[in-house]
């Protein structure tokens, strides 16, 4: 997959974190670069490399590329290097079908043992997205995203399909990234903050069949935006006249 050559990370600060914070500032510095594509695809992750741009030995680097593995967010090769996970377009259609199922199981269930204070998290949590596209702050945007719906995976009360449910929401952040742009100049398809809205009101009415029938609308929103992201036609700086 091609992408936009991205820019050189910085070289942190030479102020140390203290040690139990390392892997953890650099956990989150370089998950947050891998999300928003800033760190591309396919990208070597140099243990040396980053030891001297955190400023911190090798341990925590170590330490915090573990944890993204664990996440699957990089691949840990069996020569000890290691890269930033291909986002696997060929694997698109199984997560849509996984997506839209976890979707659905789990705002059903929240419909059926939502709270008044689970409905209070996610009006919160909707209004910090909505605020996120109107910053066009793409990292807020995705995270927000996610962060609504892990709320209405809590408000289920089942805490392995909403867990199976949160580990999706992230490894679709990066898919999200990809097409944020083109999903935002679209005037069919503007991010529909109220979506999210509408989602809330058939929670909280625990109309279980509308919140089904609502969620399933959302997955396919995802699905049709990127499939038309990935169909996208980009020629009207190439249009040439024939003799």
């Given at each position: 997959?091609?992408?936009?050559?991205?820019?050189?990370?910085?070289?942190?600060?030479?102020?140390?974190?203290?040690?139990?914070?390392?892997?953890?500032h650099v956990y989150e510095t370089l998950r947050q670069e891998i999300l928003t594509l800033q760190l591309a695809p396919g990208v070597p992750l140099d243990e040396t490399s980053l030891?001297?741009?955190?400023?911190?030995?090798?341990?925590?680097?170590?330490?915090?590329?573990?944890?993204?593995?664990?996440?699957?967010?990089?691949?840990?090769?069996?020569n000890r290097s290691t890269l930033v996970a291909p986002v696997k377009l060929e694997e698109f259609p199984r997560y849509v079908e996984a997506l839209d199922f976890l979707q659905r199981i789990n705002t059903r269930l929240a419909a059926k043992n939502r709270t008044d204070e689970d409905l209070s998290t996610m009006t919160r949590l909707a209004?910090?997205?909505?605020?996120?596209?109107?910053?066009?702050?793409?990292?807020?945007?995705?995270?927000?995203?996610r962060d609504f719906h892990t709320a209405i995976a809590a408000a289920g009360r089942n805490p392995y399909l909403a867990k199976a449910y949160e580990r999706l929401l992230d490894d679709g952040r990066r898919i999200l990234h990809l097409h944020i742009d083109y999903v935002r100049q679209s005037d069919k398809n503007n991010l529909l903050t109220q979506a999210h809205f509408d989602l809330i009101e058939a929670i909280s009415a625990q109309d279980v069949n509308l919140a089904?029938?609502?969620?399933?609308?959302?997955?396919?929103?995802f699905h049709d935006?990127?499939?038309?992201?990935?169909?996208?036609e980009y020629t009207q700086d190439f249009e040439f006249e024939l003799e």
């Open positions: 997959m091609r992408t936009t050559a991205p820019d050189k990370p910085k070289r942190e600060s030479s102020t140390r974190v203290t040690r139990g914070a390392g892997a953890k030891a001297e741009r955190f400023v911190m030995s090798r341990s925590p680097i170590r330490e915090a590329l573990v944890r993204l593995s664990a996440d699957g967010l990089v691949d840990m090769l069996s209004l910090a997205f909505e605020d996120a596209c109107d910053a066009e702050d793409h990292f807020l945007i995705s995270a927000t995203n089904d029938r609502l969620a399933h609308e959302h997955s396919k929103q935006g990127f499939r038309r992201f990935l169909k996208a």
